[in-house]
């Protein structure tokens, strides 16, 4: 719980921005249905447009932390804010894949500041300061972001147009920024502060660290496609109606923002966090597997089992990451980011693996082959140690 009634302000505030985040992360690939008919575009447009806003995402990450460090996570945080609700209001004025491609870089460099150091800011603000908590917190508001974009925008993008629906969500995302500003504590690093190279050596070559985020790649492989293609999928494959394939796909962040507290509480008292990991993964391949199947009700199964394992295994992620960081509290964000950027930077593939066999082979070979390469990261965290706690 909060500390006082100003870390509430502060703490709601980042938890509102969170939200809005997720919104702008999902909801073009819901509404991409609506926009390729007005850009000409397929399900390849769709995995490269994909494939460049996680590289802005993951490439960014590490320098965030960078930023975060020597001046400070709010700073940081305003600033990913800001950029990102540019990028969103210019991309609802796009009508080329290049120009989409390009915005959407950009949106995912503005979304790779807030992550880290914002996470760093909520579990400062929490009674005692736990990883676990901080973590479960933040996700769970990831995932009702990602309701909101998924269900959401497409009943409004289906009712005002898909660019109307952008210009939303970039203005109150907008709007979240002036309230980060607002009520957030003022940074206490100092203009002074150096980055010190042993203490970056030891989060960038730290095996455990490195190792966790190849792992949580192989595992979010899962939550990245089902998010990011089923409702397109179930669109043009199986006929069916925008607003049924956004609820049916909205599952896999609905779940989560219990299972996310849930692991987060898990994450405080469990000793085998490798174990659990690894469940985590191979529940992500099963679920991939699932809606290869080509019925609503297998998709709906697919989107409520990968909720279930996101909520666990993208909490373990970070929670793990804050905790393996042996450089000092200033070098919090930059362990976070360093995993995020692992995980995140490798996610260019996964879009354009899939959108390649769903031409090539079909869509359900396109999910049966994607749940095959999350198998392949699980050595990653076998390799790990059991406990991950400090």
């Not at 992550?115 to 929490?126: D, E, Q, Y």
């Not at 939303?168 to 010190?196: H, N, W």
């Not at 692992?342 to 593939?349: D, K, V």
Request: charged share 10%; with cysteine; hydrophobic share 55%.
């Amino acid at each position: 719980m909060p500390t006082s009634p100003q870390n509430s302000k502060a703490l709601w505030s980042l938890i509102l921005a969170r939200i809005v985040y997720a919104a702008n992360w999902f909801n073009f690939g819901a509404i991409f249905y609506l926009l390729s008919t007005d850009v000409g575009a397929g399900v390849s447009a769709l995995g490269n447009v994909t494939a460049v806003f996680y590289l802005g995402l993951g490439l960014l990450q590490v320098p965030g932390g960078l930023l975060a460090a020597k001046y400070g996570p709010k700073r940081v945080v305003v600033a990913g804010i800001f950029l990102t609700s540019l990028a969103v209001l210019g991309t609802a004025a796009a009508s080329t894949i290049p120009e989409l491609e390009a915005l959407r870089f950009i949106a995912g460099t503005g979304m790779a500041f807030v992550f880290a150091p914002g996470l760093v800011i909520v579990t400062r603000l929490l009674r005692g300061g736990k990883s676990g908590m901080g973590v479960g917190l933040f996700n769970s508001a990831f995932e009702i972001g990602g309701i909101l974009a998924i269900f959401g925008w497409v009943v409004i993008a289906t009712a005002t147009g898909w660019r109307p629906s952008l210009v939303l969500s970039g203005c109150v995302y907008l709007v979240t920024g002036f309230l980060v500003m607002a009520f957030v504590p003022r940074d206490d690093a100092g203009e002074g502060f150096v980055i010190q190279k042993k203490s970056l050596y030891a989060i960038l070559l730290d095996r455990q660290i490195v190792l966790l985020g190849l792992g949580v790649l192989g595992f979010s492989i899962g939550n990245t496609l089902i998010s990011g293609f089923m409702v397109y999928y179930l669109e043009t494959s199986l006929s069916i109606a925008p607003a049924t394939a956004g609820a049916v796909t909205s599952l896999v962040t609905v779940v989560p923002i219990f299972t996310s507290i849930w692991g987060g509480r898990l994450y405080d008292t469990a000793s085998k966090h490798r174990l659990l990991m690894v469940a985590s993964m191979l529940g992500s391949a099963a679920s991939l597997a699932v809606v290869g199947m080509g019925s609503l009700y297998a998709a709906a199964a697919a989107a409520v089992l990968a909720g279930v394992v996101a909520g666990i295994g993208f909490t373990f992620a970070f929670a793990g990451a804050r905790d393996f960081n042996r450089a000092g509290k200033e070098y919090e964000s930059l362990a976070i980011a360093w995993v995020n950027s692992i995980q995140l930077t490798g996610e260019f593939f996964p879009p354009l693996f899939f959108s390649f066999v769903a031409g090539w082979l079909g869509y359900s070979q396109a999910w049966l082959w994607s749940g095959a390469l999350t198998l392949a990261f699980i050595p990653f965290v076998v390799l790990m140690v059991e406990n991950w706690r400090r």
